[in-house]
């Protein structure tokens, strides 16, 4: 397959983000889903995006295969084992899934959890990623309907709640109503939280352009195939944030201009 992404849009080393840089820009996520786009995108020496994120629970090998296939991606990784009831492949009991995170701790900066995880599994994410130096997503996936402003509003104190360093919600936006009210959802934020809220469905793609200019700190991008309804290519929304964001095309300008 053709390797993804091209020079234009490459990361090249990009220098890593603090979440104190989240007040400043942006940052886009390039969904990594099969282990052909892994391949391709490690050959190609380049990714379309700032941070990739590798969901485990789609790509069907043993760690011991991935992690050095992995090595050679230059930016840095978000590890995500998505639950099966929340749209992803993983079946396995918490225990099993912090095991995988953790041989994944020399590698990877990001992992995503689920909010819906108990607390004491959230104790044990928070344990492991302070003595990892890593971050931890704290994530919700409503595939039916977007929340309601009440419904976010508890999301986010059950985000502070588990001392998740991000929360993450991604929701259905069939509707301009959808996209309004996930950037009513933003404003709650304090400071204090980095928020991270995309659409998806038929306002999806739009949602993920428009939702960074307003405070969300990540934004999600398909390499390759998708798996979200609604999910655009990364290449797609750095082009649009490198136009319409002025933080976050100083940042690339920065990295792309000393980062060599």
Known sequence: ???PGGDALSAMNFPDFSLASFRKH????GVVSSLEVL??????????????????????RDDEILIP?????KQPLLITLRDRLEGGSWRGVEQARLARYQRWATKAR???????????AWLEYRAFADASNVHLIGSCHDFEQCPTLDEIRGLIARSRAVKADV???AALTTT?????????????NHGDLPLCMIGMGARGPMSRV??????????????????????????DLVRALLELHAGYAAWRRFAVNHIR
């Open 110 to 120: 990001w992992f995503d959890i689920e909010l819906r995880a108990d607390h004491e």
């Open 176 to 188: 301009d109503a959808g996209v309004e009210a996930l950037e009513r959802g933003l404003r709650l």
């Open 167 to 169: 929360f993450k919600l």
């Open 1 to 3: 397959m053709r390797a």
């Open 69 to 73: 296939l992995a090595a050679g991606v």
């Open 210 to 235: 428009h939702l960074p200019l307003h405070g969300s700190c990540l934004t999600y991008g398909a390499i390759g195939e998708t798996n979200a309804p609604g999910q655009p290519q990364a290449e």
């Open 26 to 29: 942006p940052v886009v996520v």
């Open 39 to 60: 391949e391709a995108l490690v050959a190609s020496g380049s990714a379309p995006c700032d941070l990739v994120e590798l969901r485990l629970d789609l790509i069907d």
